[in-house]
C-alpha cells in the first residue's frame, strides 16, 4: 500500500507538473507526434511499393526474339530446344501476329501501314513454373548464345531493380528513424533537464531528508513516460488520420502502378508508442542521472 | 555517538575549511558550534550530516563511519538526522503539510502514519492551524517553526540546526532555542551552529569553538 502510495504521489505530481504549462506541453507533443509520423507513414507506403516488387519478380517472364530471317524450320528448331532447356510455359508469337497487335495500338497504325516489310521477329515468352531468378538468368545467358536468337529480354531486371531501390529506402527510412530517435532523447534531455532546474530546491531538500537516487529520479521519468506516451499516441492518431483521409486521394495515383497501402496492423501502430515511450524514458533517464551525479560529487 | 577523527576539508580552488578537528558528542548531549563566519561551522555539519565528504580524517556515527558507506548507503544515514537551516530550504510551492510530509514520504510511511505524524509536528511547533497555507504566507519566525517540524516529523536521533536564529528578532530566536531545549530532554542529541553569544548563555549546554577551521580549547 506504502510502495503504491508513493509512486502515485510522484505520478499525480509528475501529471500536474505537465499541465501546468499545457501550450508548451501540448507543442511538444506534437512535434513528437509529427517527428515519429513522417517515418512511419513513409515506410508503410515504401511497404506497399515492396509488395508490389515482390509480385512483379514474382511473375518474371523471359522474351527471346528471333532474328528477322528466321524460317519456319528454325522457329520449330527453336520450339524444340527451348522444350529440352525450359521448365514452364512456353508462348509464341509469331511475326504477323505480332504485327497485327501492333497495328491495332492507334499510335502505330499509320505506321505499320506504310511499312513495305515486316520488321516484327518472332518472339517466344517463357514463363518458368518456380520463380528462380538466378536459374532464369542462366538459362537466358545460353539462350543469348543462338544463333537464331536476336535478343533474350529478362522482364525481372527493372523490377529488381525496383525492389533494390524499395530496400535501400527502408534503410534511409530506419536510418531517419534513428537520428529522430537520437534527437527524440536529446529534447526529452534537454526538458527533463529544465524540470530539474525547476525543482531543484525540492531535490536539495528531498536529499537532505534522505532520499535515495531513485526517489529523486522517479517523478522525472515519470514525466518522460507522459511526455512519450501521449507524443507516441499523437503520431499514432496522425497515422489513423492519414489513412482515413490522406490515402483516399493518394491511393487511386498509385493504383495503376500495382501499389496498395495496407492498412496498419495493430504492430505498426503500437511501433511508434512503444518507440516514443522508450525514447523518452531513456532521455529522462539519462537527464537526472546526470544531474545527480553532478550533485553527488 | 558522534566521532570525528582529525577531519579536514579542503574544497577545490584550495580554500581549507577544517583542520584535524578531533570530538566527541555523547547521545542526548546538546552541544553548541560556536566561532566567526568562516570558522567551518556549517562545512563540520554538513559533514556529520554526510551531505559532503571530508577530504582527510573519519567520521563515525553510532560507530558506522561515514566514509566507509557507498554513495546508495548515504541516504539512509540522512535519516538519522533532523536538519534546520538558517535560510530554512522551505518549497514554497508545497502547503504546510506536505512540507513536513516530505521525509515521512521519503521514508515510505504510509498515508495515514504520515497525516497522524505531521500533525503531531506541527502541533508542538504551534502551526497546527496553519497546515493548509504556503510557507510564503508565514512570518520568518514561523518559518523557521515549520523547518523544525520537517526536521522532528521523522523522529531523528540527531538534530543538526546550522544558524538556526541567523535571520530571527530576539523574541522568536529564545523560542527555538527552548524547542530545542524541549527536544534535548526528550533524548534527542542537539548540535547547534551559532555565532550568537546570546543564544547560548544560561543553557549550560557544552561549547565547542572553531577559529578558522580549528578547534579552539
Not at chain 1, 527471346?64 to 522457329?75: G, P, W, Y
Not at chain 2, 544515514?77 to 512540507?99: A, C, E, I, M, P
Not at chain 2, 498515508?111 to 508565514?138: C, F
Request: proline share 4%; glycine share 8%; hydrophobic share 45%.
Amino acid at each position: 500500500m506504502n510502495w503504491f502510495y508513493i509512486r502515485f504521489s510522484a505520478f499525480s505530481d509528475s501529471i500536474s507538473r505537465f499541465f501546468r504549462q499545457p501550450i508548451t506541453s501540448l507543442l511538444h507533443i506534437l512535434g513528437m507526434g509529427i517527428a515519429l509520423s513522417i517515418p512511419m507513414g513513409c515506410y508503410m507506403l515504401l511497404d506497399g511499393a515492396d509488395q508490389f516488387s515482390r509480385k512483379l519478380n514474382n511473375s518474371t517472364q523471359l522474351n527471346v526474339f528471333l532474328t528477322t530471317e528466321a524460317s519456319d524450320e528454325t522457329v520449330k528448331t527453336a520450339q524444340t530446344q527451348l522444350e529440352e532447356l525450359f521448365d514452364g510455359d512456353i508462348k509464341f508469337i509469331d511475326r504477323e501476329q505480332g504485327l497485327s497487335e501492333l497495328s491495332k495500338n492507334p499510335e502505330f497504325s499509320e505506321l505499320v501501314a506504310n511499312l513495305d516489310t515486316n520488321p516484327i521477329p518472332h518472339l517466344f515468352v517463357l514463363t518458368p513454373n518456380q520463380n528462380d531468378p538466378q536459374r532464369l538468368l542462366s538459362i537466358a545467358q545460353i539462350i543469348e548464345n543462338w544463333t537464331f536468337v536476336e535478343e533474350v529480354r529478362f522482364d525481372a531486371d527493372w523490377a529488381g531493380k525496383l525492389e533494390s531501390f524499395v530496400k535501400l529506402s527502408k534503410i534511409l527510412v530506419m536510418l531517419v528513424v534513428l537520428l529522430i530517435g537520437l534527437g527524440f532523447v536529446a529534447s526529452i534531455f534537454t526538458t527533463i533537464q529544465l524540470q530539474i532546474t525547476i525543482r531543484k530546491d525540492e531535490i536539495e531538500v528531498a536529499r537532505l531528508v534522505g532520499a535515495t537516487g531513485r526517489f529523486i529520479r522517479r517523478p522525472f521519468l515519470y514525466y518522460g513516460f507522459i511526455q512519450g506516451l501521449l507524443g507516441g499516441l499523437c503520431a499514432v492518431f496522425i497515422i489513423f488520420l492519414g489513412m482515413k483521409y490522406g490515402l483516399k486521394s493518394i491511393q487511386p495515383m498509385l493504383e495503376p502502378l500495382g501499389i496498395f497501402i495496407r492498412k496498419p496492423s495493430l504492430l505498426t501502430l503500437a511501433a511508434p508508442l512503444i518507440l516514443s515511450v522508450s525514447l523518452s524514458l531513456l532521455g529522462a533517464w539519462l537527464s537526472s542521472n546526470n544531474h545527480l551525479r553532478k550533485i553527488d560529487s | 555517538m558522534i566521532e570525528t577523527e582529525q577531519i579536514s576539508k579542503r574544497y577545490p580552488g584550495g580554500h581549507q575549511a577544517l583542520k584535524n578537528v578531533s570530538l566527541s558528542i555523547q547521545e542526548g548531549e546538546m552541544v553548541f558550534l560556536t566561532g566567526h563566519s568562516g570558522a567551518g561551522k556549517s562545512t563540520l555539519m554538513k559533514l556529520i550530516g554526510g551531505i559532503e565528504r571530508a577530504t582527510s580524517g573519519s567520521i563515525a556515527i553510532n560507530g558506522t563511519k561515514i566514509s566507509n558507506l557507498t554513495r546508495s548507503a548515504l541516504p539512509y544515514l540522512r535519516r538519522n538526522f533532523g536538519f534546520v537551516f538558517q535560510d530554512n530550504k522551505l518549497l514554497l510551492d508545497r502547503s504546510v503539510f506536505h512540507n513536513v510530509a516530505l521525509p515521512l514520504l521519503i521514508s515510505g510511511f504510509s498515508k495515514t502514519e504520515i497525516t497522524t505524524r505531521v500533525r503531531a509536528a506541527l502541533d508542538k511547533v504551534g502551526l497546527l492551524e496553519k497546515e493548509g497555507l504556503s510557507p510564503v504566507t508565514l512570518s520568518g519566525g514561523e518559518q523557521q517553526r515549520l523547518c523544525i517540524a520537517r526536521a522532528i516529523v521523522n523522529k531523528p536521533a540527531i538534530l543538526l540546526a546550522d544558524e538556526p536564529t541567523g535571520n530571527l528578532d530576539p523574541g522568536y530566536a529564545a523560542d527555538i532555542v527552548a524547542m530545542f531545549r524541549a527536544f534535548n530532554r526528550v533524548g534527542v542529541t542537539v548540535v547547534i551552529a551559532t555565532h550568537d553569544p546570546a543564544m547560548i548563555q544560561g543553557l549550560g549546554a557544552r561549547i565547542i569553538s572553531l577559529k578558522q577551521g580549528e578547534l579552539q580549547e
